[in-house]
Structures are given as C-alpha cells and as structure tokens.
C-alpha cells in the first residue's frame, strides 16, 4: 500500500513539473525571488565598500553549510595525505600476503579473548589490598553485633513490628487503582484493618524522631563496605576460576601479538610521523564531516546570502535587473543602469562562483555513498596507523615486558591444587556464599530501613508546620481517612465511592502539605523489613572467619594479584596495540585507496576553485569604493534580505507542497510501530495529519488562484497581499532535519513495515511544511516592500518632489511696525521667565528642561539612583501599579513626574510589556512617547511587541482591535527614537537615614542633633540611607544579615566619613553620592556589589531570584523570617512544603541563573540531603544560609537566553 501511494506521489510530482505550463504560485515566487536576489546583491556591494564582509563566509553559506564543519572538511594536506594513503595501502598488500600465509597469525577470536583477559587482569592486579582489607575484617565480630543489635533495639521488639503492613499495601493499591482485583470485593476488609491498624502505626512513630541518630551510631555501617568487598571477591574469583585456561594461554597470545606486529613494522614506519599523524587526523575528521553532512545536513544561519536560492543566482542579477518585471514594477520604467554597474561585482565573480558550485556538486555526488562503503571504516584505520607509528618502539617494549611479568607470575604461583576434587574453587566459593548470606541480607535490610527513616524524617522536616510533630501530623490526617471510612460503612456496593472520597482527601493532603501516599507507602516499606528482621535469627557459624582466608590462600590468588601489581604491566597501552591490530585488518586495501584518492582529487578541485574565488572576490572588494554610492543609501540592507529572502523562500515551499499533492493527500495508515517511531522523533503532527494536511493543500490551491488574478493586476501593491495569505497556511510541524532522520531510522530498520514506511517518507524528507513559524515575517512583508520601495524610488529618480508656491507681497510699509510690536511683546516675555528662574520652582522647572534637552546620561543616572524612594508608594511602583489597574490618569501623572519608565514588575514585565499583553493601546501610545525602550526582553525572552498574539483566537473583538492599534503604534515607531522625561530631584528634606550602631557614638550624636528632621535611631521602611562604619578598604565588614538586608533591599549605603564632611558644612548633605561604600566584606571575602544591588532595585530590574523556589532544611533556623522577606523580595517563592520535583518542569531553571536548578534547597549540614544534590535532573540547588548569603553578594547573573525558557512550576500562568 505505502509502495503505491509512493508512486503516486512521484508520479504526481513529475505531471505537474514536467508535463505542465509553470503554476501562478510558482511564477509570482519567481517575481519575488527577482526582488530578493536583487536586495541580496545591494546588501553585498554594500558590505563590500564598508569592508564588512567575510569571504569565507559568504561562500560557505552559499555551499548551504555550516562554517567550521566546512573548514573541517577542506582543511586537509592533500600532498602529504595521498603521499601516506599510497604508501599505508603499498605496505598492507605486502602484509595482508604474509599474514595469510602464516599459520601464527592471530585470528577474531584471539584478539578478542585477549582484550578480555588483559581488562579482566588490570582489575585484578589491583586488588590486592581488597583481598588484605577482607582477610583482616573481623566477620565472626559483624555476626555477633548484629545478633545483639536485633536483641536488644527497642525498635525491634516495638508495635512497629505487629503493623499489617501486607494489608496496608493492598489498601492504597485498592485506592490507587480502581480497576484492580481489590475493586468490590476485598476493599471492605482492607479498610477495616487500615483503620484497627491505627494505634501500632502510632505507638510506631513516636520512636521515629530519634530512631535516625540510634541507627547511625551502630557499630556496624563499616561492615556495609565490607559486604560489598565480600561480594566484589566471590566474583572476581569465581570468573577467575572460569578465565583460568583463558589466562593461562595470555602469554602465548601476546607472544604472537609481539611477532605481527615486528611483521607488520614496516606499516607503522613513517618518515615524518608527527606531521603525518596529524594529517591523517585531518583527512579522517575530513571525511567523518562529510559523511555527516550527509546523514544529517545542518543549514547555516544566512547572514549574507538569504535572498539567494544558491550561489548559481549571482549569474542572475544583470538578467534580474533588466527583467520586464522588474523594469515595470520596481524600476517604473527607468533605466537600471547605473545600478547595473554599482553591482558589477556580481558579474566578474559569478563565473568563477559556478565554477566552485560545480566542483562542490562532484565532490558531494562522490561522498553521497560513503556511509554504507568501507572509506567511512577507512579513515579512522589511517588515523590508527599514524599515530601507532609515533611510539611504535614502545609499544614492542611494552607488549614484550607484559608477556614477561605474567609468565613470572602464573609459573611462581601454581594453581594446580584446585585440580582435586575436595578443594575445588567452585566449592569454597559456594561454602563462602553461604556462611556470609545472613549477615550479608540482614546488614541489606538494616541499611534500607536506615534509609528510609532518613527519607521520613528529613521529609517531615521539609513538609510539616512548625511546631508539629510527625506523629501529630500522622494521626490527624490518619484521623481524617478513619472518620470516612467508619461513617460511609463501607461495604462491597459503595467500595468505589468511598475509594473516591478517601483519594480526594489524599490529594487535598498532598496539594497543601505532603505527598501523604508517599510518605505512607515509605513507612509500610520500614516496617515491612523492620518485621523480617523481627522473625528472624542469625546463625552461629564460628567458621566463617576461616573460609575466606582458605579460599584465598589456596587458590593463591592473592600472590598473583600481589604480584601483578608490584610491577604494574600496563595492560591499558597493551590494549592500544591489541585494538590497532584488530583495526587495521579490517582495512579494506587497493579499493578502498583508489576510492579515497579520487576523494582527494575532487577535493583539491574544491579547495583550488575556493582559493581563486576568495583571491577575486578580495581583489575586487579591495578596490571598491564610495563611488557607487547607490547601493549605501539603503540603510540596513541585510534586514530586509533576510526578511524578502525568507518570504520568497515560504512560496516556494508552498509550491513545492502544491506540486506533491498526490503524495501530500495520500497519507499512508501506517502501523503501531511506524508510529511509536514517529512519535518518538518528535514528529506528533505526523501521527494523524490527514486533516491537516488537505486544509494546507486546499488553502495552497486557492492561493495559487489568488496569485493569477495578483498577477495579472500587475501592480506590486496588490502582488504583496500573496504573503498575507500566505500567512494563514500553518502547515504541518515537522522540521525537514527530523524528518531526513526518521527516514533514515526506518530504512535501517529490519522490519518490513518500517522499510515501507520509509518509501514514503523518503519522498516527502525535504519537504518543509511548517508554514506557521513564518507567520510574522510573511505579515510584515508588506511594510518591508514598502519601505524598499522608497529607496528603489530614490535611486531610480521616481520620488515626486512637492512644489512650494511663494508669494511675495512689495507693500513693505507696515511690516515694520508688525516687528517692532512683535519685538517688545519677545522682550516683555523674556523679562517674565527670567523673572520665574528666581523662584524655586523656575529653577527646578529650567534645570528639567536643560537636562531634557542638553542633559548627559550621567545627569539621569544621578537623579535614578533615588527612584526606588521616588517611584514607589505604599511599597508598590506607581507606573507599574497605575497599568495594572488600568488607569491612565496615574500613568500619566508617573511618567510626567519622570519615574523610571523601564522598570520590571515582580512577574518580569516592564510597564509597556504589560500594557501591550493587555490590550491598552493608549498606555502603549503614552509610554513609547515618553521613552519606554521597545527592545527590552521579559522573562519569555519576548519584546513588548511579541506580546501582540500571533492569532486571534478566541480574543473579544474588541481586543482585537486594540491589538491592531497597538501594531500600528509599534510600526509608526520602528526606527524612531523617544527621550525619556527627567527624574524628579530628590530633595535631602525627604532623606531618612538610619545610623550602625557601630560608627563613632560621639560623631552620631552630633549628626543627629543638626540634622533632626532627616535621621532616626530606628529602622523603619522608609529609610532612605544607611550609614556604615568602614574598614581601611572603604568597605563595609559585616557578618550580620540585620545589616546585609539593608544592601539587598537598595538602601544607599554611605560612609560614616559623610556625617563628619556634613557637621563642616552642611551641604555636603546633598553630596551623598561622594560617600557611597561600594564593597561589603562578609565572612572574610569582599564582594564589589553595593552599588550593582542599588542601581538594581532602584531602576526595578528583573528580580535577581524570580524562578527560584526555595525552603528551608533546617529543624531550627534563626533567621528564618529574615530569610523568607529575602527570598520573597528578590522575585522568588519560599514554600510552606517541600519542593517536590513533580510539580516542577524538568530542564527549567530561574531567568537570572540558567546555570542552576530551580529549587533551592537552604540547610545547615546536619540534615542528609545528598539525594537531592545528586538528583540526575539537577532541578535542587543547594545552599548553607552562608552560601545562600554568598550567593546573593556575588549577584552572578547567567540569563536564560533560550528563545522560550521553559516556565519552572508546572500548569504556571
């Protein structure tokens, strides 16, 4: 079936390109093609006269390839690589001859049971002190503490034991899973059980809280380690006992290792091996890089080639540009001449660019099968070789040493005693097994329980109020599952409503304080294996200390691996060698050379056409110069190449589908597993895109109606409504890389289904569908037309000119008399407003208007360092406060009194952002007026303007309007810039300064006294300046949070030398910005931050800790308030509970710092929290208090700059 809809397809394909006439949708692409090719040419002259442009560049993204992979495959030394390439295959068909006919030879199998042996032996020689470690232990000790361990511990002869834990688990998989054998019939009794079970559960906990600190100091944890060497022995002997004639034979085999490779001396020899290594590196990359280029091509991001289809369009521009559909709609009739000639670079050039097409084009032909042939083998065996000849002495030394030291250690060390049938290895090992399975088991389950009850406890540290116990928790909610179980009287015809009933109550549970389901099924686990250890008793075996030591001795492998490792033999380098050898026979010989020369050829072809393309293109760019100056007064051409590139790109794609619409509307029903494989790529459109699928191609069939009749209008206004259409085609989703991968997995598969499957999507591989990721770029194609059409009709003289009609009137005589009136009238004025530059308010009002008009960034800066106090009231920005309620009569009241117009919301939203999302164009009108920066990024990485929704869906019409009005802003501002209104002076009357204890008592008295209105001896929020005593560095010295709060909280932090300036002269109070300490030192490190927390919260930057979610791990914190007001004003969230990781998206992290999980975890080092440090996700970020207060000094930020980071808590709005 897939087989025919394949040739359907092609079929379909091949009558619509070849048996008929060009589309309407092909030709209007082709149009604007004209006008993206030449756009593109325009933006490379340009960039040739400003000396912009990189060749290497340019070239390589005409080849539709990224640079370094690129320079990875050319950068090879042709001379030298076919030099060796000839000599290694002359010298392996003399030594493939030679090898066949020796009988010595080594064959697979040999060279494989060495590598073996050799890896089994370098882990043997170095357990020689395991085996010491073992013999010394004490087992009999270990045996006797555990039987007075499961003695005399309360905990084993508590209520933990008499817990049903057997029903308890039937109970929660009966809830948990309504449809198992549990449904109606037995869940009546299990609740029974659950709720007379109550009191043993109870009793149980109260041994929970100090039970953690008994188990950890048995006596017994060293014995753990132990167990673990016990059993990393009874391997290692028992496969020693397995390998022992394998072994034995190692010498043998490296003895005929040793003799090919003295055959085989002459393939390693190399007259420069150092050079000749490195350029056998080179060729090997060279073809791995191509070889993967054609696995999975990547496409390099155009930069300055996106309006060309491919380096043979430079051949095109002279014919584009005396086109008829250029010279009407572009040119309007006039002569393209001289724009002929400013882009002559194109015609000098293209021959020469074609040429290095065509070169590449054979090259890549040559390569496209390399994959599957033995050249893809080829390269990594040279590479081998090369470097082999670089220490091909050694490597003889090495193997020759090896073979010596085990023959000397295998004759000293007989193992011929084990031959008997009484002793034999496999029976000590067996007696060994089952003299240490007890103890081996019982320290298992001791250590799972030690586990787990760290697991309760450290859990209910996490999730549990203040002031609880485990136990109070336990038996309330205990309590609340037994009162509804006893008041439905639960039975086997409501058993399923009731089940209902209890897992609401358990997910209420868990949504506000713990997962209880867990927590329970933990506690069942303990005392499941605290009851096995219960019921059980350690045998008294007092010969258990003496078959480890027999096994050992006897078998004498404690000498051999003693032996081994007095003189090491370096197996791992033997190993080197070993894998050479192997490598190097599957060389595929004289084919696979003759294969890899004609490689080198069409490579040196490459290599020469890029040399003389890049010499011209120099050359030329070298010479030219501002003459053709009509190519720079388009200003930033390589925008709007990028964006016509792109839109005629999408109508190409558009037609591409088109033409596949046999194929396209034919989707196979494939099966179950083609679509498992579907699935996993990624590709989720793909599993069912029959819908989809003929939408898009209905809409591309009207589309290419549409274009006949914009065709045949003939005008470039009406011809641009294409790409609006356009636009409304989503398509399928699906890159065209993933695609080509799927393909490739499928045709590798074995299956038959998936090799059919594959047919299909080889034809469709290429194919890019997803139309809706151009969306923006197609809409906006209309204005980018535009705005180029302005510059064609400059250069092209089609700019109408206005003609201005002046009248002049010769009757003089009363003019005169208008100016002297007009004169006294300026005079008096000018007499006024000096007048009002004497009072207070002239003064202010005259210094705003300088600083507006004349004012340097430094004077803004100066005036911002207050907006912290001057911006806020009632702790809330007035800007941002007056847009999320709405009200323009206090937006505009902020921003005329010149509050910091940028500052970012708790959420990560500057003012703008929020009034673009919301709809308010005249908040967006007032704030762009006034200065409002349009680039800004939030914390989705999107600008204001991306927050207009791409689609209208399901928005109130209104909205919708206001969306567009708020569009049309955004374009009537693009290019333009807005002042920002100056911030209102901060005068010393509104100063409240709050002095350390520490400064000199006698200087503070007296500042206080002068300066009354201003200072205050107690801390409130309004403080506006902190005085510090400092050290001889200037900086603050503080261990105190108290203190540090008031630098994270953007207080100005000024020097104690300030007061002493001020009782000199008292307008150094307005001088404060002298004083300013920039460097705190805290625990003996100083951190240059001050200033960078000031600034910070003063303009409202993004909060430093918005997406951290953070709790506290301690069971007493001091500064635990503190520390939650921290958290909270920095943007993050101090949980109640534990942050558990599934309420959490994975991969995400905090926007100021990519580099670090999102859940920070704050404790005090005596709470076991190494699960979450090692979490494989790493989504927990650990902290002391003191590195947590570390952290925040260093105000390290590392953005996630990711186009759409991912939201940290799950479901997040």
Request: hydrophobic share 40%; proline share 3%.
């Amino acid at each position: 079936m897939i087989t025919y809809y394949f040739g359907i397809g092609i079929l379909g394909a091949f009558l619509v390109t070849a048996g008929s006439a060009p589309s309407n949708l092909q030709l209007i692409s082709e149009d604007f093609r004209i006008l993206s090719r030449v756009t593109n040419a325009i933006s490379l002259q340009a960039g040739a006269i400003r000396k912009n442009i990189k060749v290497r560049d340019l070239l390589v993204e005409l080849i539709r390839m990224p640079r370094d992979q690129f320079n990875n495959i050319i950068d090879v030394d042709i001379k030298v690589a076919r030099t060796e390439l000839n000599r290694m295959g002359e010298e392996f068909e003399k030594l493939s001859l030679l090898l066949q006919n020796d009988t010595n030879s080594l064959v697979g199998d040999n060279m494989t049971d060495l590598k073996n042996n050799l890896k089994f032996l370098s882990l043997f020689s170095q357990q020689t002190s395991t085996f010491l470690d073992a013999i010394k232990y004490p087992i009999k000790n270990l045996m006797n503490n555990l039987t007075t361990i499961i003695a005399n511990n309360s905990m084993f002869r508590s209520s933990c034991s008499q817990v049903d834990t057997d029903n308890f688990k039937s109970f929660w998989d009966s809830i948990n899973n309504e449809l198992s054998e549990y449904a109606t019939n037995d869940f009546p009794g299990f609740a029974d059980t659950f709720v007379a079970n109550k009191p043993n559960f109870s009793d149980c906990l109260n041994y929970f809280p100090q039970l953690q600190a008994e188990l950890d100091a048995l006596p017994i944890w060293g014995g753990l380690e132990m167990i673990r060497k016990w059993e990393d022995i009874i391997r290692l002997v028992a496969k020693f006992d397995a390998l022992s004639d394998s072994l034995r034979a190692t010498n043998a085999t490296l003895f005929r290792v040793l003799s090919s490779l003295k055959a085989t001396k002459s393939l390693w020899k190399s007259v420069h091996p150092n050079y000749h290594a490195q350029v056998m590196t080179q060729l090997n990359r060279s073809l791995f890089e191509i070889i993967k280029h054609h696995i999975a091509p990547t496409k390099p991001v155009l930069k300055y080639s996106a309006g060309f289809r491919s380096s043979r369009d430079f051949s095109k521009i002279s014919k584009d540009l005396s086109s008829p559909w250029f010279r009407r709609n572009i040119a309007k009739e006039s002569k393209t001449k001289d724009l002929n000639h400013a882009l002559k670079i194109f015609h000098d050039i293209s021959e020469a660019v074609t040429s290095l097409d065509t070169s590449w084009h054979n090259f890549t032909a040559l390569t496209l099968d390399f994959e599957s042939s033995e050249v893809a083998k080829a390269g990594p065996i040279l590479d081998v070789i090369s470097k082999m000849s670089l220490n091909f002495a050694n490597y003889e030394s090495i193997i020759q040493n090896a073979s010596n030291k085990l023959s000397e250690c295998f004759s000293n060390f007989s193992v011929t005693s084990l031959e008997t049938p009484n002793s034999s290895l496999q029976e000590m090992i067996q007696d060994f097994q089952q003299a240490i399975s007890p103890a081996t088991n019982y320290m298992k389950y001791l250590a799972q329980i030690r586990k787990q009850v760290s697991y309760i406890n450290i859990n209910s540290i996490l999730t549990i109020r203040p002031n609880r116990t485990i136990k109070s928790f336990f038996d309330e909610y205990y309590k609340k599952l037994s009162n509804e179980i006893e008041k439905q009287k639960v039975n086997k015809t409501n058993s399923l409503r009731v089940k209902t009933r209890l897992k609401i109550i358990i997910d209420q549970i868990d949504k506000r304080e713990v997962d209880f389901h867990n927590f329970m099924t933990h506690l069942s686990q303990n005392l499941k294996n605290i009851k096995v250890i219960t019921n059980k008793s350690l045998p008294n075996d007092t010969k258990i200390d003496k078959l480890l030591v027999e096994m050992l001795d006897t078998s004498q492998l404690r000498g051999i691996s003693k032996c081994l490792s007095q003189e090491f033999m370096q197996p791992l380098r033997v190993l080197e060698v070993i894998e050479a050898m192997i490598t190097v026979r599957q060389f595929a010989g004289n084919k696979t050379v003759l294969k890899m020369n004609q490689y080198l050829d069409e490579l040196a072809k490459v290599k020469n056409q890029l040399w003389k393309v890049e010499k011209q293109i120099k050359l030329i760019t070298s010479q030219s110069n501002s003459s053709h100056n009509l190519v720079l007064k388009l200003k930033t051409p390589e925008l709007f190449t990028a964006s016509l590139g792109t839109c005629a790109h999408v109508l190409e794609d558009l037609e591409e589908a088109r033409q596949n619409h046999q194929l396209l509307s034919n989707y196979p029903d494939f099966p179950v597993q083609v679509l498992k494989t579907i699935s996993g790529m990624g590709l989720r459109e793909w599993l069912d895109p029959e819908q989809k699928l003929q939408v898009m191609l209905q809409k591309i069939d009207a589309l290419d109606a549409k274009s006949k009749m914009l065709r045949k209008n003939g005008n470039l206004s009406e011809m641009v409504k294409v790409f609006d259409d356009a636009s409304k085609i989503n398509g399928i989703r699906g890159d065209p890389k993933d695609l080509y991968r799927l393909f490739r997995l499928l045709k590798k598969s074995s299956k038959l289904e998936k090799q059919e499957a594959a047919k299909y999507f080889e034809s469709i591989k290429n194919l890019d569908l997803d139309f809706a990721r151009h969306e923006a770029i197609l809409k906006g194609a209309e204005i980018t037309i535009s705005s180029l059409m302005t510059y064609f009709d400059e250069i092209f003289g089609n700019k109408k000119l206005d003609i201005v009609t002046i009248a002049v009137d010769n009757q003089l005589s009363w003019i005169y008399i208008i100016i002297i009136c007009i004169g006294v009238m300026i005079l008096i004025g000018l007499i006024c407003i000096v007048a009002y530059g004497f009072t207070q308010n002239g003064r202010s009002k005259y210094t705003n208007l300088y600083l507006y008009y004349v004012g340097k960034p430094v004077h803004y800066e100066n005036r911002w360092r207050y907006s912290l106090f001057l911006d806020n009231q009632d702790g809330k920005n007035t800007l941002l406060d007056a847009v999320r309620e709405i009200n323009k009569t206090n937006a505009v009241n902020a921003v005329k009194a010149g509050s910091y117009i940028n500052a970012f919301n708790k959420f990560g939203n500057t003012a703008l952002h929020t009034a673009t999302k919301s709809a308010l164009p005249e908040i967006v009108k007032l704030l762009i007026k006034n200065g409002a920066d349009r680039e800004l990024l939030n914390t989705m990485n999107r600008t204001p303007e991306q927050m207009i929704p791409l689609v209208y869906k399901d928005i109130p019409k209104d909205k919708v309007e206001n969306f567009d009005k708020i569009r049309a802003l955004y374009k009537k501002a693009n290019g333009k810039k807005h002042k920002m209104n100056v911030p209102q002076k901060f005068p010393t009357t509104s100063f409240h300064i709050w002095i350390d204890e520490r400064t000199d008592i006698n200087i503070t008295n007296q500042f206080m006294e002068k300066f009354q209105a201003i200072t205050s001896d107690e801390a409130n929020s309004n403080t506006t300046h902190v005085i510090v005593k400092t050290d001889e560095n200037g900086a603050l010295e503080t261990d105190s949070l108290d203190l540090l709060l008031w630098v994270f909280n953007g207080a100005i932090i000024v020097k104690e030398q300030w007061m002493v300036d001020c009782l000199e002269n008292e307008t150094v109070i307005e001088q404060d910005s002298k004083y300013l300490v920039e460097k705190v030192k805290y625990k003996g490190s100083y951190y240059n931050t001050v200033l960078q927390w000031s600034e910070a919260m003063a303009k409202g930057a993004i909060p430093y800790l918005y997406g951290v979610y953070s709790a506290v791990v301690m069971v007493e914190c001091k500064n635990l308030l503190k520390l939650n007001s921290l958290v909270a004003i920095h943007g993050g969230v101090m949980m109640e509970v534990f942050p558990r990781k599934e309420l959490f998206n994975v991969g995400s992290h905090p926007y100021n710092h990519a580099n670090l999980g999102p859940l920070f975890l704050i404790h005090d080092g005596k709470i076991n929290l190494s699960v979450y440090k090692s979490d494989p996700d790493k989504m927990y970020t650990l902290f002391t208090e003191e590195e947590f207060i570390k952290f925040m000094l260093k105000r390290d930020i590392v953005k996630d700059i990711s186009e759409t980071p991912i939201s940290v808590l799950k479901d997040e709005k």
